[in-house]
């Protein structure tokens, strides 16, 4: 007898779990853009007050994940010079480094009702004499630059190939989509 009550609770408690596997997952996207400015980014994503809570997350991080230079002609060799200013870190370290020129904005989108699921993430953009683009490099202390000693350079960056001011959606198929294909003249 008490073997079989034992069964039965192991089953009955089992049986959320096994519930909870067999329902169905909601798709959750990412979407992530490039700005050079707030006023552009509420632009491109109608969100303006996700714009300016990005911007000041990526402000707070910049100096800490910025390429850190021991001169300013070390920093003038990969950036433009006017972009090379003296920086402070958190941590209260001056460097010679390029100024944020943009900021990254991720959202994370629930696809089933396209309302946001979470606050934006942010991180800083740093553009070179190239045109190239770069932020913090993944891992490390919360994705900032992991080489943060003085003539580290771009060691903790990642090159991205991101077009600026322009956010990326999701596609969505709408009305229309299915009868595209199958229009007819004359019927």
Known sequence: MKRSRTTALLLMSAAPLLFTACQKEEA??????????????????????????????????????????????????????????????????????????????????NSGRGAVAAPPAAQPAFKDKANGWAKPAPGGSGGLNTASGIGAGKAGLAPVT?????????????????????????G
């Open 28 to 109: 959750v996207q990412v979407q992530e853009g490039l700005y050079t400015s707030v006023e552009a980014c509420g632009e491109a994503t109608g969100d303006p007050s996700a714009c300016r809570t990005a911007f000041a997350a990526a402000q707070q991080q910049a100096a800490d994940a910025a390429p850190k230079y021991a001169s300013q002609a070390e920093c003038a060799k990969e950036y433009p010079a006017e972009q090379c200013v003296q920086q402070t870190t958190s941590a209260g370290t001056s460097f010679i480094g390029p100024m944020m020129m943009g900021f990254f904005m991720s959202q994370m989108l």
């Open 162 to 186: 991101a077009t600026p001011n322009r956010a990326v959606t999701a596609s969505r198929g709408g009305f229309g989509t299915r009868s595209g294909g199958r229009s007819s003249v004359g």
